[in-house]
């Protein structure tokens, strides 16, 4: 169903008829929301997101943060090399009860 040419009335009973429609109410409604988020957001947003970053880059430079990642760095070690061999022994046993069924693996 296109537009109505020439018609005024017929083309204002069309777009009345459209509106009717909860479909076009939900798109209607999204496109209007999304330009005046967009535009809103657009100016303030970026502002916004500048103040975040450089509050984010002022917190990861305190010397207090800095300690506690090196602190936890030393904790976790021991986890990630523990958690780094057995993704080793259990690739192996994979490829050890993989390698004898004729599957066709990349080496």
């Given at each position: 169903?296109?537009?109505?040419?020439?018609?005024?009335?017929?083309?204002?009973?069309?777009?009345?008829?459209?509106?009717?429609?909860?479909?076009?109410?939900?798109?209607?409604?999204?496109?209007?929301?999304?330009?005046?988020?967009?535009?809103l957001?657009?100016?303030?947003?970026?502002?916004?997101?500048?103040?975040?970053?450089?509050?984010l880059?002022?917190?990861?430079?305190?010397?207090?943060?800095?300690?506690?990642?090196?602190?936890?760095?030393?904790?976790?070690?021991?986890?990630?090399?523990?958690?780094?061999?057995?993704?080793?022994?259990?690739?192996?046993?994979?490829?050890?009860?993989?390698?004898?069924?004729?599957?066709?693996?990349?080496?």
């Amino acid at each position: 169903m296109g537009v109505p040419r020439g018609n005024l009335a017929l083309a204002g009973r069309w777009a009345f008829s459209m509106w009717q429609n909860p479909l076009m109410k939900f798109i209607i409604g999204l496109l209007i929301g999304g330009g005046i988020g967009y535009i809103l957001g657009t100016r303030d947003g970026r502002e916004r997101f500048d103040e975040m970053v450089t509050g984010l880059q002022n917190l990861v430079g305190e010397e207090v943060v800095q300690q506690m990642t090196d602190f936890l760095d030393q904790r976790t070690a021991a986890v990630r090399k523990a958690a780094a061999e057995g993704l080793d022994t259990a690739a192996d046993i994979i490829e050890d009860r993989t390698a004898g069924n004729g599957s066709a693996t990349a080496d």
